[in-house]
């Protein structure tokens, strides 16, 4: 767009970025671009400086015409036109600001969208307590379970312990903590 500030974001934050912001499709997709996010909060943003300014100037019109109505030196078509003008650049400072209290609203319920997501995608990832190799599995992807269902069977393979028998003839060879090959 013409007029349009460019930027650069690593390509982490591009992701996060289009995870948490911009305004989706019915389907959840992106229709927006970052650079048209940050536009649409600049424009809000300027919305109300605008909005301000035009406020200060139009409150200090009404305070000359209320100053020169009272001496008689304004009529009052132009005094009210100075109040009515007041009136419409309160309201526009107003509508400004709640579009822009909106905006951080959109954004602070799509960041939370995005934690309970992120919460969510955690909650369902499982992890073993110690390393090993799984020896039988009790689940299958896809199936739901309860919380504290067991899935796997995990065998620790640091330290591995074997018990087993010997014949005889072999005793004098062998010795306890002797490494063992397979």
């Known amino acids: 767009r013409p007029g349009m500030s460019t930027f650069a974001l690593s390509e982490n934050a591009t992701t996060i970025f289009n995870l948490r912001y911009p305004i989706r499709d019915a389907e959840g997709k992106p229709t ?12 809000n943003v300027a919305s109300v400086k605008q909005a301000a300014a035009n406020l200060d100037d ?21 005094k009210d036109t100075a109040e009515t003008r007041l009136k419409v650049s309160q309201a526009n400072y107003d509508a400004a600001l709640d579009n822009v209290r909106s905006l951080k609203a959109s954004l602070l319920d ?11 995608v955690a909650d369902a990832s499982i ?6 190799a799984v020896a039988d599995r009790f689940v299958q992807p896809g ?6 269902t067991p899935v796997v069977s ?4 640091s330290p591995l312990k074997l018990k087993t028998a010997v014949q005889e003839k072999f005793a004098s060879v062998i010795r306890p903590g002797q490494k063992v090959q397979f």
């Open 127 to 132: 992890r073993a307590p110690v390393a090993g």
């Open 58 to 78: 139009a409150k200090s019109a009404y305070a000359r015409a209320e100053t020169l109505s009272t001496r008689g030196l304004l009529s009052k078509v132009d």
């Open 154 to 157: 995990i065998v620790q393979m």
């Open 143 to 148: 199936e739901y379970i309860n919380v504290n």
């Open 110 to 120: 799509r960041r939370a969208a995005f934690e309970l997501a992120r919460k969510k």
């Open 32 to 43: 927006e671009t970052p650079e048209e996010v940050v536009q649409r909060v600049v424009q």
